[in-house]
């Protein structure tokens, strides 16, 4: 369901306070992930009195309320410290952007030329979060732990600095720069990760038929049924040849 007006306004005006901020010291040489956290960080709570809020030995990025919320775009590994913690103490809800429609610009490191956009034909989708959920596996039967997977629509800058003729194989992403916010994805409890079994998939189904039936590769459909399996929301029902077959328990 797309998200409301109303929504839409609150992004675009987190996305307006990113843009005029005062740049920090980090230049094209420290690629690191910039403006879209602080886009999802402003646009989930724009009261600066309660995003950096240090708790222990760690920083939450929003700690209000009785809750923490963690923005985290990538690398999902470097969480299970801050979550051993903050789960002890709080719910916590993870945020994670994924990029639904994408314009890619290159940045030339030697001249600071940027290249005219151009839109990638690929589309993001929910299901893209498998490959980071996996690695806090453990965590997701939490019942303190919610996950909100964002869909947002960006631009991608990345510098001209990999290998091959044009440089662009193996480059380093600069920033992503989100410019409209496109559906939610709320899941506050272990049933609630059924919403990720495709309505047409079948009532048995092995890993290939998730993946057709998600649109995803099958190295991701392998995860997130190892995910719903460890969560209890499927079981195995038997074999197909050397495959597996599953079943929804929910």
Known sequence: MPVSEYD???FLAACEKAATKEPGTNGIGTLKEKTLHAVLKNFYEP????????IDRFVADIQRSGEIIEIQTRN????RKKLDKFLELYPVTIVY??????????IDEKTGEVSAGRKSPK???????FYELYKIKTYLANPNLHICLTLVNAEEYRVLNGYGKDRK???SRYDRIPVSLVDELYIGSREEYSVLLPG?????????????????????????????KYIGII?????????????RKI
């Open 76 to 79: 999902f590994n470097s969480m």
């Open 169 to 171: 194989k193996g480059a």
């Open 97 to 106: 952007p994924i990029v639904y429609t994408k314009w890619l610009y290159w």
């Open 47 to 54: 009261d600066t009195a309660f995003q950096e809020v240090k």
């Open 200 to 228: 047409s998939l079948p009532d048995i189904f092995s890993v290939k038929d998730y993946a057709k039936h998600a649109h995803i590769q099958i190295r991701y459909a392998q995860l997130a049924i190892n995910i719903f």
């Open 235 to 247: 079981e195995q029902s038997g074999k197909n040849g050397r495959s597996f077959l599953y079943s």
């Open 123 to 129: 589309r993001g989708s929910f299901y893209d979060a």
């Open 8 to 10: 839409q306004k609150l």
